[in-house]
């Protein structure tokens, strides 16, 4: 991820989104405004470059989603 991710804020945000992928279990945040500004509080950065992160990872998300539904396996 760090290499998809060229400035360290970008990367900041990228690595507070995996962080609440693996507390997922524990989040009591359910929309999108309130991850956000938990996003925010943890990277001190501006949600403009949150939307910019995001972005970029849903693209890479639904393109292994894809690979994973047609091989059943994701070639890393």
Do not use: C, Q, S, W
Request: zero cysteines; charged letters at 35%; aromatic letters at 14%.
């Amino acid at each position: 991820m760090f290499t998809m991710f060229k400035k360290d804020k970008d990367r900041k945000v990228a690595d507070a989104i995996n962080v609440l992928f693996k507390r997922r279990e524990n989040l009591e945040i359910f929309n999108k405004k309130a991850l956000y500004i938990y996003i925010r509080e943890m990277t001190e950065v501006d949600t403009p470059i949150i939307t910019k992160v995001t972005k970029k990872l849903k693209i890479v998300y639904k393109k292994l989603y894809t690979e994973f539904n047609e091989t059943g396996y994701i070639k890393i």
